[in-house]
T-cell receptor, first 112, second 112 residues
Framework: NAGVTQTPKFRILKIGQSMTLQCAQD?????MYWYRQDPGMGLKLIYY???????DKGEVPNGYNVSRSTTEDFPLRLELAAPSQTSVYFC???????????FGEGSWLTVV | DQQVKQNSPSLSVQEGRISILNCDYT??????FLWYKKYPAEGPTFLIS?????DKNEDGRFTVFLNKSAKHLSLHIVPSQPGDSAVYFC???????????FGKGTSLLVTP
């Protein structure tokens, strides 16, 4: 019972580098999300998707891009990494919006 | 602007006693409320939810109370156990919404 799987778990990036955080879910959920959590803060929505081919911005989308070519996968792309993007990133999915969402285990990213 | 507020960053309770975690919200469109539990280095896991048509929902040792007029909800854990030590996030959404809004979390420590 994999649920939501994120890779990598840990990554250190240099300023200006780019990378992609991978996310896959096997629950056939339509909705997928990327949240970030900064120390002492709640989870802030970066991007979300309501189905394959459809994505939209959340609260903090700047510096990120997403795509949703299949129901299962929702990668998050960081372009030109900045220290402000040092955070823990959580991918999540739900069968529909405004409903219980299920999280992956997180990806810890440090930009130096 | 934080639409879901958890004003207590931390709470310490003795084993066997009741833990009460509080949450306030400002958006009157919210009608679905959830609590998530998070251990270090793991993703948040769903704990319990309540819809606005109810004022109480119980699941074993966990009970969530909703006071719509005060825009306030609380999570009661009885009896508290050391394994309950974690960060608890309150979340809310309109059922017609697309994503959950999270509070900053309350760190619960249950001492033996």
């Amino acid at each position: 019972n994999a649920g939501v799987t994120q890779t990598p778990k840990f990554r250190i990036l240099k300023i200006g580098q780019s990378m992609t955080l991978q996310c896959a879910q096997d629950m056939n959920h339509n909705y997928m999300y990327w949240y970030r959590q900064d120390p002492g803060m709640g989870l802030k929505l970066i991007y979300y998707s309501v189905g394959a081919g459809i994505t939209d911005k959340g609260e903090v989308p700047n510096g990120y891009n997403v795509s949703r070519s299949t129901t299962e996968d929702f990668p998050l792309r960081l372009e030109l990494a900045a220290p402000s993007q040092t955070s823990v990133y959580f991918c999540a999915s739900s069968p529909q919006g405004g409903n219980t969402i299920y999280f992956g285990e997180g990806s810890w990213l440090t930009v130096v | 602007d934080q639409q879901v507020k958890q004003n207590s960053p931390s709470l310490s309770v003795q084993e066997g006693r009741i833990s009460i975690l509080n949450c306030d919200y400002t958006n009157s469109m919210f009608d679905y409320f959830l609590w998530y539990k998070k251990y270090p280095a793991e993703g948040p896991t769903f704990l319990i939810s309540i819809s606005s048509i109810k004022d109480k929902n119980e699941d074993g040792r966990f009970t969530v109370f909703l006071n719509k007029s005060a825009k306030h909800l609380s999570l009661h854990i009885v009896p508290s156990q050391p394994g309950d030590s974690a960060v608890y996030f309150c979340a809310a959404s309109p059922t017609s919404g697309y994503a959950l809004n999270f509070g900053k979390g309350t760190s619960l420590l249950v001492t033996p």
